[in-house]
T-cell receptor, first 113, second 115 residues
């Protein structure tokens, strides 16, 4: 059974810093891994999707990596801004007729001006 | 614009009452999903549907029911058998085909409160 863990649970950094959020998963037969952002009281916004055959994906200041052999993914945020403050969720997919996402509990990120 | 629409945004349920949460997508996605989010517990899968007229239980299906009569729609009913229904409910959809792996798209959620 796929289990996903995110560390740290919360992170507070000053504006402008580069930072890394960590995600680990137990089943290396992962179909894909997706990073989401959630603002308070809102739904989930997809940030990056890494398919199982890929090693990383980039979008603007965000870069996500996937290492299936070690069961790890990282989300790198460059030059952080106060608008990046949100909860970041990592989810690993297993394919059983449909993609079933298993979520970590998230990292609550605060960027201080 | 393509996307997923959940309604209502807020819903209040009295004890012993059934309520239905709506989820509609215009992304031509094959599969649809319902998740429940509680503080400190992350998202848990309630039900999912791969194709029309077919659905499977997720990890916490007790006290919930669904239907999938149309590809675009996947309503969730929270029945009186669900003893602790207060939560944030999220609907999502995706393609089923490997060649169309674009991940999940989520709706904006429905917050259900028991009064």
């Amino acid at each position: 059974k796929q289990e996903v863990t995110q560390i740290p649970a919360a992170l507070s950094v000053p504006e402008g810093e580069n930072l890394v959020l960590n995600c680990s998963f137990t089943d290396s037969a992962i179909y894909n891994l997706q990073w989401f952002r959630q603002d308070p009281g809102k739904g989930l916004t997809s940030l990056l999707l890494i398919q199982s055959s890929q090693r990383e994906q980039t979008s603007g200041r965000l870069n996500a990596s996937l290492d299936k052999s070690s069961g790890r993914s990282t989300l790198y945020i460059a030059a952080s801004q106060p608008g990046d403050s949100a909860t970041y969720l990592c989810a690993g997919a297993v394919f059983q007729g449909a993609q079933k996402l298993v979520f970590g509990q998230g990292t609550r990120l605060t960027i201080n001006p | 614009d393509g996307g997923i629409t959940q309604s209502p945004k807020y819903l209040f349920r009295k004890e012993g009452q059934n309520v239905t949460l709506s989820c509609e997508q215009n992304l031509n996605h094959d599969a649809m999903y319902w998740y429940r989010q509680d503080p400190g517990q992350g998202l848990r899968l309630i039900y999912y549907s791969q194709i029309v007229n077919d659905f499977q239980k997720g990890d916490i299906a007790e006290g919930y029911s669904v239907s999938r009569e149309k590809k675009e729609s996947f309503p969730l009913t929270v029945t009186s058998a669900q003893k602790n229904p207060t939560a944030f409910y999220l609907c999502a959809s995706s393609f089923n085909r490997v060649e169309f792996d674009y991940g999940y798209t989520f709706g904006s959620g429905t917050r259900l409160t028991v009064v």
